[in-house]
């Protein structure tokens, strides 16, 4: 297809990334009746994204220290001697997508670099704790009993051993010691056994 004096052609992909971003990139092909006897053509890129992504960060001494996410989505609770150095800590909350047989009820990722010299922290001393505070709404079809924080792994979620629900204030908590991608999961399913009954 053509508009103006852009000609697209065949020349258009489409993607969408991890956290639920588009990226579209094309080339406009040559570009018709040039000011000089060249013909020249441009590549186009844009992105598009439902909403903008909620970011917050923190300078994390060696003394300990917390992230507060905005809207009071999560806290981030660094304990004294959990970096060596001060540390800046980032939070990014991402968007929604598919994780097989569990419901995503919120993902988020989580950075972290030296002050010092830009480097990044990947793991830390000691454990700090995530705090994920959630809504009914966001829980959707997920057994509130089933949510867990799950961080991952390649291809594979990992559940983190530590994981907590308050259900009554719908919180959940959990211990960890390194940066990546989490994810607030849970089930869908309950699983039924048969009763078996006996003849006296």
Avoid at 86 to 98: L, R
Avoid at 103 to 109: L, M, N, S
Avoid at 174 to 184: I, Q, Y
Wanted: glycine share 8%; with cysteine; hydrophobic share 40%.
């Amino acid at each position: 297809m053509s508009t103006g004096l852009l000609h697209f052609g065949e020349a258009l992909s489409l993607a969408v990334d991890r956290f639920g971003v588009r990226h579209a990139v094309w080339d406009s092909g040559p570009v018709y009746e040039p000011p000089d006897e060249y013909e020249r053509g441009e590549i186009w890129y844009t992105s598009l994204t439902g909403h903008l992504p909620v970011i917050a960060s923190a300078v994390i001494p060696p003394e300990g220290g917390s992230l507060d996410a905005p809207g009071n989505r999560a806290q981030l609770d660094f304990p004294s001697g959990a970096v060596d150095q001060t540390t800046v800590v980032t939070y990014t909350e991402t968007s929604s997508w598919a994780t097989g047989d569990l419901f995503g009820v919120c993902f988020f990722d989580l950075s972290a670099e030296r002050v010092s010299d830009g480097a990044p922290v990947t793991s830390f001393s000691l454990s700090y704790t995530i705090t994920v505070n959630y809504t009914d709404a966001e829980k959707g079809a997920a057994i509130e009993s089933t949510l867990g924080l799950y961080w991952q792994d390649g291809a594979n979620w990992v559940l983190v051993p530590t994981s907590s629900v308050d259900a009554a204030n719908n919180r959940l908590t959990a211990t960890a010691d390194h940066m990546t991608l989490f994810a607030v999961l849970g089930e869908t399913r309950r699983v039924y056994l048969p009763i078996v009954m006996r003849n006296q």
